[in-house]
């Protein structure tokens, strides 16, 4: 039972590069979560899916996409990567939209 | 909106001493859900606890405890006789349950976290 995994562990980009963070669960969670971590600022929701087929914007989605390509797996893509998106990324799942969320290990994402 | 503060950036204690973590929230919903994450230097948050507004009753495990307190909307974390091992860092956050109509629900807004480190 691997919980939350996420690929890649480590990337760097250059500015205007494209990429996809990978997220998959094995927990039959129903809701999954995008967040970024900066230094000072906690963690913040950058997109939310609160059940297969269904994906809405948290505080700060601006430049980012997400698919919920089936139950267990969540992807976000940064079409035209900027620094402003140098952060931890980590995805997280609840078997429902109000319960415990569990978390990934991260991917530091640098943007040169 | 909802808001979480944790209102102490960093903590240095020694160890064998206790220590407590602030947490403050504001929400206008009635129902809602208090947690507590870790963060070790190994980077991955690890789920602590979680509390529904209904329960007010101070919960214990191990040298961990939590008290939660409605009234100044506070919970706080208290380590009981802490260790090098608990040097991490420590989040609050807070999600609405009231899916009534409120553009905050089931969503986690975390405090900016409270950095600890024991010294042995």
């Known amino acids: 039972n691997a919980g939350v995994t996420q690929t890649p562990k480590f990337q760097v980009l250059k500015t205007g590069q494209s990429m996809t963070l990978q997220c998959a669960q094995d927990?039959?969670?129903?809701?999954m979560y995008w967040y970024r971590q900066d230094p000072g600022m906690g963690l913040r929701l950058i997109y939310y899916s609160a059940s297969e087929g269904t994906t809405d914007k948290g505080e700060v989605p601006n430049g980012y996409n997400v698919s919920r390509l089936n139950k267990r797996e969540f992807s976000l893509r940064l079409e035209s990567a900027a620094p402003s998106q140098t952060s931890v990324y980590f995805c997280a799942s609840s078997a429902i939209i109000t319960d415990t969320q569990y978390f990934g290990p991260g991917t530091r994402l640098t943007v040169l | 909106a909802q808001k979480v503060t944790q209102a102490q950036t960093e903590i240095s204690v020694v160890e064998k001493e206790d220590v407590t973590l602030d947490c403050v929230y504001e929400t206008r919903d009635t129902t809602y859900y208090l947690f507590w994450y870790k963060q070790p230097p190994s980077g991955e948050l690890v789920f602590l606890i979680r509390?529904?507004?209904?329960?007010?009753q101070n919960e214990i495990s191990g040298r961990y405890s939590w008290n939660f307190q409605k009234s100044t909307s506070s919970f706080n974390f208290t380590i009981t006789a802490s260790q090098v091992v608990d040097s991490a860092v420590y989040f609050c956050a807070l999600s609405e349950a009231n899916n009534a109509g409120g553009t905050s629900y089931g969503k986690l807004t975390f405090g900016q976290g409270t950095i600890l480190t024991v010294h042995p």
């Open positions: 927990m039959n969670h129903n809701s």
């Open positions: 509390r529904n507004s209904f329960d007010e």
